[in-house]
């Protein structure tokens, strides 16, 4: 009798531990927020991808030395508990927390961060652009890591909160292939010291990140995070109002009045930095010549465009920089309007007085599909023939990287709060992210001096320069800052919004409450 009340009594205890680990009590569902997006998965290497619906998973797998929190105009401790920098700009000295762990059991330290940033240049892909600055990364003491720069480098400290150089262990390494740092392994799979991990992945459909309750920096009010891949912004409108969703991304914006009057939803609405631009293959015709290229800029009716397609929730806006952020010249805005003689005159200056053929090249993004038909009734006034062709998120930007979009869409967000992260992303010739691929010894001579000063009205001053060459050789047409909007059921609790962290939903401090 006893030895048969001692089984039961382990097989309940087993029972409890089950439904604990799996993150429900007694048959309890786990709470989860799920998030609907037309943004599809495909790389969850935080060394490796620059996607917003890569790093927003990232951001939550992985930590980083600092990050932003709730307020844009600071910069919060992470993995580091302070940090300090020499008069020259030159040194950087961060201390290091003690208890943080990943989730293989690797404990952090200084050599793991030393590793981390090893791996992030030695990789070398675009989210290592802002860090090449490093010239040596030293570990000194346990808890003690130091960056020497090869010159100051003013944007430095907010470069640390962005999701590109999130700490990977040395572990990694256990799946190295032909001398890849692990990229292929980390592409699909999680090992960070992070507040959640990965737990399933159904490519194209869903990924499922599961809490890790024993998270150093406290355990996640939820058990789980889904995000649903679902193409269609009907879809996901009506699956937000039939609550079988908790948010979603890329609604269309003629829904929206009918979400905000909706019963149990709510639309989030904050001024953005996103910008949203043209861009063109500068380096094949017809778009080679910037004659033709300013063309097109004149043949746009942009506040037609905003008015029609936007409803209000945008605003004109020219030049890589978004309004609100210093490194600007306000005076450009407004300076490329709809002047159709003029663009003509243009296109036959430059040798195509019938017009040409191009192909736009796009992905399933709300609006996207509504602009692109537009600007091709806009261009067609001018001669210009546009064939529209869509594609999946990662097939769409697989190609603009790969300089294989004639003429394409984008639109952008920061990852650190400075003109350099726009400017240099865009337009600097070593930039993955300069998608019109135009080089220019003059616009790198620029952005590097630019990069190495610390006096903000000198950095000002050469971003300001930047503004109106870029200008001038129409390296991208820019159609709009957009009103950031963020639709939620009502039950969805904690959400705050950083516009440094656009893409970044702040899950790790978010609860449901039905």
Not at 28 to 40: F, G
Not at 121 to 140: H, K, R, W
Not at 276 to 287: E, G, I, S
Not at 402 to 414: D, K, R, S
């Amino acid at each position: 009798m006893c030895r048969f009340k001692r089984i039961v009594f382990l097989v309940g205890l087993l029972t409890v531990s089950l439904m604990v680990v799996s993150g429900g009590i007694f048959g309890q569902a786990p709470m989860a927020v799920v998030l609907a997006t037309a943004q599809d998965i495909d790389n969850l290497d935080p060394h490796v991808t620059t996607m917003n619906s890569n790093m927003r998973l990232i951001y939550l797998i992985y930590d980083g030395l600092c990050q932003f929190g709730s307020d844009p105009s600071t910069v919060d401790p992470m993995l580091a508990t302070s940090w300090e920098a020499s008069d020259d700009g030159l040194s950087w000295i961060f201390q290091l927390r003690n208890d943080a762990y990943f989730e293989d059991g690797t404990h952090f330290d200084s050599a793991v961060a030393k590793f981390s940033f090893e791996r992030l240049l030695g990789v070398g892909g675009g989210p290592s652009s802002p860090y090449q600055v490093i010239e040596e990364i030293l570990a000194p003491e346990p808890y003690t890591l130091k960056f020497i720069l090869k010159e100051p480098f003013g944007p430095f400290i907010w470069t640390m909160c962005s999701v590109f150089c999130r700490i990977v262990p040395p572990s990694v390494m256990e799946h190295e292939e032909d001398g890849d740092w692990g990229q292929a392994w980390l592409a699909d799979h999680s090992l960070g010291s992070g507040p959640f991990q990965l737990k399933s992945w159904e490519k194209g459909q869903r990924v499922v990140l599961a809490a890790k309750k024993d998270y150093w920096g406290g355990a996640p009010k939820l058990d789980e995070v889904i995000v649903r891949t679902i193409m269609e912004p009907a879809t996901r409108k009506m699956e937000l109002l039939a609550g079988t969703i908790d948010m979603a991304e890329d609604i269309l914006i003629e829904d929206l009045d009918e979400l905000i009057a909706a019963e149990g939803v709510e639309v989030f609405k904050a001024p953005s930095f996103h910008i949203n631009y043209l861009y063109f293959d500068t380096q094949n015709p017809p778009f080679d010549d910037a004659r033709v290229r300013k063309a097109v800029a004149y043949a746009l009716d942009y506040d037609a465009l905003i008015d029609g397609i936007m409803q209000g929730w945008a605003v004109p806006h020219e030049g890589p920089v978004p309004i609100g952020m210093w490194g600007r010249d306000d005076r450009l805005d407004g300076l490329y309007t709809r002047r159709l003689p003029l663009a003509r005159q243009l296109l036959a200056e430059a040798g195509y007085p019938d017009g040409f053929t191009t192909t736009f090249t796009l992905a399933p993004l709300a609006n996207w599909s509504q602009i692109a038909t537009l600007v091709q009734s806009y261009l067609a006034d001018v001669g210009i023939t546009v064939k529209i062709e869509q594609y999946s998120w990662p097939t769409y930007i697989a190609m603009a990287l790969g300089h294989e979009v004639e003429l394409g869409i984008i639109g952008i967000t920061p990852d650190y709060p400075d003109p350099d992260m726009f400017a240099w992303m865009l337009a600097h010739s070593t930039s993955e992210l300069n998608l019109s691929n135009y080089q220019s010894e003059e616009i790198d001579r620029i952005l590097d001096e630019a990069r190495a000063l610390s006096e903000q009205d000198e950095r000002d001053e050469l971003y300001k320069k930047f503004h109106w060459l870029q200008h001038e050789l129409v390296l991208a047409v820019y159609l709009y800052q957009d009103l950031f909007r963020q639709p939620m059921r009502s039950w969805v609790k904690g959400y705050y919004y950083n516009p440094n962290m656009q893409p970044l939903i702040p899950f790790q401090a978010m609860s449901v409450e039905k």
